[in-house]
């Protein structure tokens, strides 16, 4: 909790506390698995909070700490979707706090190892399959920042992979419908910047075969093709960047909007009724709010729908 509220200082002190305790468990009873196991957990976020507040070398040595005492125990998988956990902890502090691309890289390369060989020894952890695609994702962000937008692609296609794996086994998890959609999304904009604008359709299409009844989940369908809309305006700008005649893009412009609009008709019909979400300055509506279509939208959802 004190990670969702960003309140990072206090949950320094809070793991801190908590591993002095396992410490002194340990001490009393080194055979205790279940004290060892939660002392693992609790020390991969105790790192990750002293990340947080910017004590690096304190946290790179906390994660050490909690890498070596998890891989004591490589048959018991809480305890290695933990340390993998930690490792995915670690490569984004490289990345993001300390500019250390190739040790970030290096880093994840070993999560997917890791998530190959405990998803062989363990294929009913979803929660280890997660973790795979957390690491195919930063990955991903890496080549984007190098600007290899095709490795880039390569990487999100299997985030998108090990989501749709994880989320078989738990169809029903909120999370894990939320993760697989930002999968597909995140897959859909790296297709349109590549100009591979008929796989970004098909990509963002299949976003609502997560939950066909979800009024939410065709919502995000129909932001996501608004999103692809707004690269296409950028396209039109400069029909030469996207090797594409001015007659395609503006036939790929009004067949995005159409399902655009089409989705979001059909979450309202499923009960979708954020206004504020759609009405609100949010750049991404910004091609539709011309359309006479979109503002009847508008005005059902005003009238409750009808």
């Not at 693992?40 to 990750?48: D, E, H, I, Q, S």
């Not at 994840?108 to 973790?131: M, T």
Request: charged share 30%; with cysteine.
């Amino acid at each position: 909790m004190l990670f969702i509220d960003k309140k990072y200082a206090q949950a320094v002190e809070h793991y801190k506390a908590a591993c002095d305790s396992y410490v002194s468990l340990q001490t009393n009873n080194p055979d205790d698995f279940g004290a060892t196991s939660s002392f693992v957990r609790t020390l991969g976020m105790y790192a990750a909070a002293l990340a947080r507040t910017g004590k690096f070398e304190e946290a790179r040595a906390a994660f050490v700490k909690t890498i070596e005492l998890g891989d004591q125990f490589p048959d018991h998988p809480e305890t290695q979707g933990n340390v993998i956990r930690a490792l995915n902890n670690l490569s984004r502090m490289q990345q993001e706090d300390l500019g250390q691309l190739e040790a970030a890289e290096t880093t994840l390369r070993d999560v997917v190892e890791r998530c190959r060989q405990a998803v062989e020894r363990f294929p009913q952890d979803v929660y280890l399959r997660k973790s795979q695609a957390m690491a195919w994702a930063n990955l991903g962000a890496i080549s984007q920042e190098r600007g290899d937008w095709e490795q880039a692609e390569e990487y999100a296609r299997l985030q998108l992979e090990s989501m749709r794996e994880a989320l078989s086994g738990v169809p029903d998890n909120r999370d894990f419908r939320n993760q697989t959609i930002r999968s597909a999304e995140e897959l859909a904009q790296i297709l349109v910047r590549r100009d591979k604008l008929q796989d970004a359709f098909e990509v963002t299409g299949e976003i609502t075969e997560i939950d066909e009844s979800s009024a939410e989940i065709a919502y995000r369908e129909a932001r996501a093709f608004a999103k692809i809309c707004i690269e296409l305006e950028q396209w039109r700008d400069d029909p030469e960047a996207a090797e594409l005649t001015a007659a395609q893009l503006d036939d790929m412009m009004q067949l995005a909007q159409s399902r655009a609009l089409a989705q979001l008709r059909a979450a309202i019909d499923s009960g979708y009724n954020r206004v504020d979400a759609v009405a609100s300055g949010d750049r991404v509506w910004e091609s539709l709010r011309d359309l006479p279509e979109f503002r009847q939208i508008l005005a059902s959802m005003n009238d409750g729908g009808q």
